[in-house]
């Protein structure tokens, strides 16, 4: 059976691809993203599989490749097109190529025209594919730098996607309006730039005529990907502390990369038990962010319940919980969230809050 995975990072709007043979536990990743990937390695370690590649479509101009640092973590290979120019991959791919992964494999085409060394990887009985940045759901990638050209891609779309079944379903490397998913069959017929009756003249001019400003993270990304994404001089690349074994796990490291985080602060009253009062001190509720306000009081007391989930609906709300003992801890819960959080107040007097210092939705 095959394991399959579509993650997202949410900064540069990317999706990641995690495919995997469950017989033998071997697994393959697709376009991995540099911040992610201690939720990628947390996901892997829970599926208890072995990562044997990490593969870029192309080299990638909005995020810098997490595929070195998974190296470094797991032993993975990494795999690049050889038309792409970057060095310090373990593998070149060329149009025909195959990406083993257990019972598995994924077969390499070259669909040149967002870069010149732009792939798409289709599964080995064709009902899935990835394009990479060259075909998008209801678009394509531009075709205005890193050696961009409108009619090899228009070329490259009708000859090596646009004659998959229509059933294949087509994963995109992005996607800005939600969309996860689309298929051969409805690009073909539907896709505004290069489908139906439109001829490569017509896609031609309207790339040419696109003006699009380059992405914000070009000058850090470009060069990190043409090494597949080394940065010795890059302090947040550095091994992991040795101070105390670190473990995560996929949904905390999932969390983690969405919700801000929040400082705990005894103002007033005794002291408590995590310091004197006005020491802030970081606190989580069940490993997770708190975020929200929560106020201990006295004879009733309310408080906000943290929003655990994140949803921009949760701080439009008020989810109010009472308690009639100041000794007895109180539960907050987001009826939007599987997380419940508890708190107890330090002192009879003390008056705690939950600040909310960061919020990234």
């Known amino acids: 059976m095959l394991i399959f995975r579509q993650l997202f990072d949410q900064q540069s709007s990317t999706y990641t691809y995690l495919l995997a043979d469950s017989a033998t536990a ?3 990743l697709i376009d991995p993203v540099f911040e992610q990937v201690r939720r990628d390695m947390a996901l892997i370690e829970e599926l208890r599989l072995r990562l044997l590649y990490t593969i870029d479509t192309h080299i990638h101009a909005d995020h810098v490749t997490g595929a070195w640092m998974l190296k470094r973590r797991t032993g993975s290979q990494i795999a690049i097109s050889a038309a792409s120019g ?21 077969t390499v085409r070259a669909t040149p025209g967002h870069t010149n060394g732009c792939i798409s990887l289709v599964l080995d009985d064709e009902t899935m594919a990835f394009t990479g940045d060259c075909l998008l759901i209801r678009g394509t990638g531009r075709t205005d730098f890193q050696s961009g050209d409108a009619r090899a891609m228009f070329r490259a779309v009708h000859e ?5 079944p229509d059933t294949c379903l087509l994963y995109p490397a992005h996607d800005y309006r939600g969309l996860t998913v689309t298929s051969a069959g409805e690009e073909r017929r539907f896709n505004p730039r290069l489908g139906g009756e439109l001829c490569e003249d017509d896609f031609a001019v309207y790339m040419t005529n696109l003006r699009l400003p380059h992405p914000r993270q070009i000058d850090v990304a470009v060069p990190a990907n043409l090494k597949c994404g080394i940065a010795a001089s890059d302090p947040t690349q550095m091994e992991e502390p040795g101070w105390a074994p670190l473990t995560y796990n996929f949904a905390e490291a999932h969390f983690s990369g969405r919700a801000g985080r929040a400082y705990q602060r005894t103002r007033a009253g005794t002291p408590g038990r995590d310091g004197l009062p ?3 001190t970081f606190s989580t509720s069940h490993g997770y962010p708190a975020a929200g306000w929560i106020r201990g009081r006295r004879q009733p007391r309310r408080r906000h319940a943290p929003l655990a989930c994140g ?6 709300r008020e989810h109010v919980g009472a308690s ?6 109180s ?18 007097n003390a008056t705690r809050e939950w600040l ?3 919020d990234v939705i």
């Open 26 to 28: 071997e697994a393959v």
């Open 86 to 106: 970057a060095e310090g991959a373990d593998r070149y791919l060329s149009h025909g190529d195959r990406c083993g992964f257990g019972t598995r494999h994924l």
């Open 160 to 164: 090596q996607i646009f004659t998959l």
């Open 278 to 280: 006005g020491r802030r």
């Open 311 to 316: 949803r921009p609906c949760c701080r439009e």
């Open 324 to 329: 009639s003992n100041d000794d007895e801890p």
């Open 331 to 348: 539960a907050v819960h987001c009826p939007f969230s599987p997380y419940i959080g508890t708190e107890k107040p330090n002192g009879r």
């Open 356 to 358: 909310l210092v960061a």
